[in-house]
C-alpha cells in the first residue's frame, strides 16, 4: 500500500461534521495508515469510527479515543476543528471567547505529549487567532502551525466562474489575505482570468465595477451564505483544504493557496494571518504581499482588526502580553 507516510495523524474534533470528512478524506487521499480520532463526545465519535470501518479502506490502521493523552502521544501530524462551531446569525468573532481556551488547552496538550509533532493545521474559529494561541502555548515553531484561510480565496474564485463563465482552472491566482473574517482583504490585482489579468476586466461590460463590488461582498460572506443554505456551518469544503495542507506538510504537493501564519516582519508583527504561502515538507513560508494601493490599505485595515482580537484575547488573560511570549515560547520573537 503506498502512503505518504506511515506517521501518525491525528484528528482533533473528529465527531464533528468537519472532523469526520476530514477523517475519511485522509483515507481516500491515503496520507498515512495511521489515524487517530480524537473527541471528548464518546458515542458521536464511536460512531464515525464505526462508519469509517464500514468503509473498508484497505491497510488504515484508524483507531479512535476520547482520552487526551492517548490521542495526542506520537502524533506527528494534527488537524483541529475541535472548537465550538458558528451558527446562524454568528460572525467568527462571536466564537471568539469560548474558542479561545479551547485553543489555549490544545497548545498545551501537542506541549505536554507530542512536542515533536511535524506540523499542526488549525481550522476552528476565529482561526488566526486560535491558531496563534496554539502557536504560542505548544511551544512549536512558527513554521510548523497554520491556519485555514484558503477558503476565501477559493470562494473568490468561484464566484469570478459563476460571474464570467470561464473554467476554474482557467481563473489562477485568486487571493484574499489578512484576516479571515469579514474584515479579509480580497485582491484582484493578482489574478489572471484565461491569462488577463482581472483588473484589466472589471469595469467593463464583462464585469462592471458595482457588479465587482458585490461579487467582494459575496466571497467576504461565503461562509454565512452556506449557513443560510443548508442550515450549518462550512463542513466539506473546509475538511478537504484542511487535509490538503497536512498533505503538503507531509511530503505531498505543495499548498500553494494561502494559508494563516504566524507574521511579525516589521509590517505585521506578533499577528497570524493569511499570506501569500506556500506549506511543504519543510513547514509554511510566507512572501511579500503585493497589490495596488487600495488592496494593500484594506490589508493593513484587516490586519489592525486581528490586532483588535488577539488584545482582547490578551485582556481576557488567555494569552499574556506580547513582551512576554518569548518566554511563554522561545521560537517566538
Keep these: 500500500m503506498n502512503f505518504l507516510t506511515d506517521e501518525k495523524l491525528l484528528i482533533v474534533g473528529a465527531a464533528g461534521m468537519i472532523g469526520s470528512n476530514m477523517a475519511q478524506t485522509a483515507m481516500m487521499m491515503r496520507l498515512t495508515p495511521n489515524i487517530c480520532l480524537y473527541d471528548p463526545y464518546a458515542p458521536a465519535l464511536e460512531g464515525v469510527a464505526e462508519e469509517l470501518y464500514h468503509c473498508a479502506f484497505e491497510g488504515v490502521n484508524l483507531t479512535f479515543t476520547s482520552d487526551i ?10 488537524v483541529s476543528s475541535g472548537g465550538a462551531a458558528r451558527k446562524a446569525g454568528m460572525t467568527r468573532e462571536d466564537l471568539l471567547k469560548g474558542n479561545a481556551q479551547i485553543a489555549e488547552d490544545f497548545g498545551k496538550n501537542v506541549r505536554q505529549y507530542c512536542p515533536d509533532v511535524k506540523h499542526v493545521v488549525v481550522i476552528f474559529n476565529p482561526a488566526d487567532i486560535t491558531g496563534l ?17 484558503a477558503l476565501d480565496s477559493t ?7 459563476k460571474a464570467l463563465g470561464v473554467p476554474a482552472d482557467k481563473i489562477v491566482n485568486c487571493r484574499t489575505f489578512g484576516g479571515h473574517g469579514e474584515q479579509m482583504a480580497v485582491f484582484a490585482s493578482t489574478t489572471l482570468v484565461d491569462g488577463k ?60 493557496w494561502p494559508a494563516g ?24 513560508h510566507y512572501a511579500e504581499i503585493k497589490g495596488t494601493e487600495q488592496e494593500q490599505k484594506e490589508l493593513e ?3 489592525k482588526h486581528l490586532c483588535t482580537l488577539r488584545d482582547e484575547v490578551i485582556a481576557m488573560g488567555v494569552l499574556p502580553p506580547i513582551a512576554d511570549w518569548h518566554a511563554l515560547n522561545p521560537n517566538i520573537d
Excluded at 211 to 229: F, N, P, S, Y
Design 155 to 161: 470562494r473568490l474564485q468561484h464566484e469570478l466562474v
Design 133 to 149: 494561541i496554539t502557536l504560542l502555548y505548544s511551544g512549536l515553531k512558527p513554521t510548523q502551525v497554520t491556519t485555514l484561510a
Design 197 to 256: 489579468p482581472l483588473t484589466e476586466i472589471i469595469g467593463t461590460e464583462t464585469l462592471p465595477l458595482e457588479a465587482w463590488t458585490e461579487l467582494k461582498g459575496r466571497v467576504i460572506q461565503g461562509g454565512k451564505h452556506i449557513i443560510d443554505l443548508r442550515g450549518r456551518s462550512s463542513f466539506q469544503s473546509p475538511a478537504y483544504v484542511s487535509i490538503e495542507m497536512i498533505a503538503a506538510a507531509m511530503g505531498g504537493k505543495p499548498f500553494t
Design 261 to 284: 501564519c504566524y507574521v511579525n516582519n516589521g509590517k505585521f508583527d506578533h499577528i497570524m494571518m493569511a499570506m501569500e504561502t506556500t506549506i511543504d515538507a519543510t513547514g509554511v
Design 301 to 303: 485595515e484587516s490586519y
Design 69 to 78: 493523552a492517548e490521542a495526542f502521544t506520537g502524533a506527528k501530524y494534527i
